[in-house]
């Protein structure tokens, strides 16, 4: 990965369950990281379906440096890129050697209500 191609700037959010005032509960999304820069590239709906991966939205694939951010639950965090709101479906290198400085991500674009 060349890191000239990272042409995205993009927010890393986390949920934090927040009590609702009433005796409930809400996620609210904080942003934990702000102005990374990410290289993301739309993917092509109908291969994704012809690969029994069909999502909803439009789907992305999101590369980002390794040490933007750590995972302890995918559903736990979101990326802001814009106005959108990118929703971690899984991880494509899901085996990192040490040289391996960058997350591979499939995100799904959402309207922003991501409630795991």
């Not at 709906?45 to 390794?66: A, M, N």
């Not at 933007?68 to 559903?75: E, H, L, R, S, V």
Request: proline residues 3%; charged residues 25%; aromatic residues 8%.
């Amino acid at each position: 990965m060349n890191p000239g191609s990272l042409h995205e700037i993009v927010d890393i959010q986390a949920a934090t369950p927040t009590k609702d005032g009433a005796g409930g509960a809400a996620v609210v999304w904080a942003t934990t990281v702000t102005a990374e820069r990410a290289k993301i590239v739309a993917l092509d709906p109908t291969k994704l379906i012809q690969e029994g991966k069909g999502f909803h939205g439009q789907s992305y694939r999101v590369t980002i440096r390794k040490d933007a951010f750590t995972f302890t639950d995918i559903g736990q965090v979101r990326i802001k890129w814009g106005d959108d709101f990118l929703k971690i479906i899984t991880f494509v290198n899901k085996r990192q050697s040490m040289r391996d400085r960058w997350w591979v991500l499939i995100c799904e674009d959402t309207d922003g209500t991501i409630n795991n």
